[in-house]
């Protein structure tokens, strides 16, 4: 079986970075999407002494000249693309814990700038890349969102992330789970599966400290969904295989 090939946006750190380590086993080869080119490298450089196959590609998903630039990276080194992870994501205030006011709060610049990078860029990327997606044998794509933007989970008092609202951030990964669901529809009857990943609670910079999973964890609900056998979901939101309500 040929190398399949990945690309990682927001790789550099984090769960992409973890995600990019879990591929290995896989065989997968993984590119890298980071912002600043230096932090890519060191990235790479840590990710190759662990045995992972991988490369940089300097990419910063709001700019829309890199989306370009890494379809024709992708299309002239490799002429397809076997696995799509849009994991890049940033979260803007006001925070559960930062007063009464959370939803009327929110700064409308602060908003439309997570909205941009969680959701706007990723569709706006996704259908450039898709291309070669479509020339994969078993293309696969997985949208980092959150249990945070499940909407059920979040109206229910009973719920554990009930208390824990933070507007923009909450509702960009809502938006990013409607593109999961009209995506995979839209490519019902070809071999590329779509679906959601909330990664879980994770000890990032994002998630911070406290949070009770540990990195090595974080990147395993992702990977899983980037290796899907040809049976496998579409138009799903998943946990470690457990599917979450939307
Ligand atoms: N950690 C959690 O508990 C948790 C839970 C649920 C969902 N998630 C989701 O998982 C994904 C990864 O989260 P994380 O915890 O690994 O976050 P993180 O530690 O803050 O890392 C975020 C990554 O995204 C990159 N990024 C941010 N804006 C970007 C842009 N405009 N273009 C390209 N890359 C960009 C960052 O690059 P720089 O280094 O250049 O800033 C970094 O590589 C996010 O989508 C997040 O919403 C995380």
Partial sequence: MQQRIAFITGGNRGLGFQTAIDLKEHGVHVIIGSRDSKQGELAVEKLQAQGVDAEMLVFDIVKNEDHKAAFNFISQKFGHLDILINNAGIAAGPFPGDGPEHTTNIDESALRRVFETNFFAVVALTRTL??????????????LSSILGSLTLHANPKSPVY??????????????????????????????KVNSAHPGWVKTDMG?????????EGGKTSAALATL???GPSGGFFHLGQPLPW
């Fill in 163 to 192: 208390h824990a609202k933070s507007f923009a951030y909450d509702a960009s990964k809502t938006a990013l789970n409607a593109f999961t669901v009209h995506l995979a529809y839209e490519l019902r009857d070809t071999p590329i």
């Fill in 130 to 143: 898709l291309p070669l997606l479509k020339a994969s044998p078993a293309g696969r794509i997985v949208n």
């Fill in 229 to 231: 056998p040809e049976d």
């Fill in 208 to 216: 911070g400290q406290q949070a009770p999973m540990e990195i090595s």
